[in-house]
């Protein structure tokens, strides 16, 4: 199957700075990415959908100036958490559908933020 | 809008019985439901999808999973469950378009012990 990638893969931060997660598509190209949030023992919750060429759609709640999404190429989507506090700290998912129809979607392997 | 519902945060089973985790759906049209794994500092792992077709879909380590349109239910199930099979699942749907994010239900965690 496809291959999302995600780096890093844990990361500490000290609060105020900026972290920024990748998250690759291996071997298929992808208009569309999302990126999720999870909170330990909870689910995960749709923070962003980025799209490749223009703006990212955010859920309602989430604020796009902290959570700042490229979608440079069609295969590299960026997070970067700007100025982040220890509120922030979580597991952070993203996925990519394959293209078509029928399409699947494959789960990068999470990135761990801590925030101090 | 579409929404997932898994009833139980929690499902002990002992080795070697058989696991049903619960999942119910709502959704405006034809669903695709899915079934992920998450084991602990873990990503998500394909489980198994029902697109079309038989209302019996198997999928990866033995598991599989009963459409059920009349219930809109999805659970899954395993005949004989291991102790490897303890993680966190999570039912998820989606609409027909395939570039649209998938909803998650809040997961059930299962045990299965020794």
């Known amino acids: 199957g496809a291959v999302v990638s995600q780096h890093p893969s844990w990361v500490i931060c000290k609060s105020g700075t900026s972290v920024k997660i990748e998250c690759r598509s291996l071997?298929?190209?992808?208009?569309?990415m999302f990126w999720y949030r999870q909170f330990p023992k909870q689910s995960l919750m749709l923070m962003a959908t980025?799209?490749?060429?223009?703006?990212?759609?955010?859920e309602q709640g989430v604020e796009k100036d902290k959570f700042l999404i490229n979608h440079a190429s069609l295969t590299l989507s960026t997070l970067t958490v700007t100025s982040a506090h220890p509120e922030d700290s979580s597991f952070y998912i993203c996925?990519?559908?394959?293209?078509?129809?029928?399409?699947?979607?494959?789960f990068g392997p999470g990135t761990r933020l801590t925030v101090t | 809008a579409q929404s997932v519902a898994q009833p139980e945060d929690q499902v002990n089973v002992a080795e070697g019985n058989p696991l049903t985790v619960k999942c119910t759906y709502s959704v405006s049209g034809n669903p695709y439901l899915f079934w992920y794994v998450q084991y602990p500092n873990r990503g998500l792992q394909f489980l198994l999808k029902y697109i079309t077709g038989d209302n019996l879909v198997k999928g990866s380590y033995g598991f599989e999973a009963e459409f059920n349109k009349s219930q809109t239910s999805f659970h899954l199930k395993k005949p004989s469950a291991l102790v490897s099979d303890s993680a966190l699942y999570f039912c998820a749907v989606r609409d027909i378009s395939g570039n649209t994010p998938l909803v998650f239900g809040k997961g059930t965690r299962l045990s299965v012990i020794a």
């Open positions: 996925s990519a559908p394959t293209s078509g129809r029928r399409t699947e979607q494959y």
């Open positions: 980025s799209n490749e060429g223009s703006k990212a759609t955010y």
């Open positions: 071997d298929f190209q992808a208009t569309t």
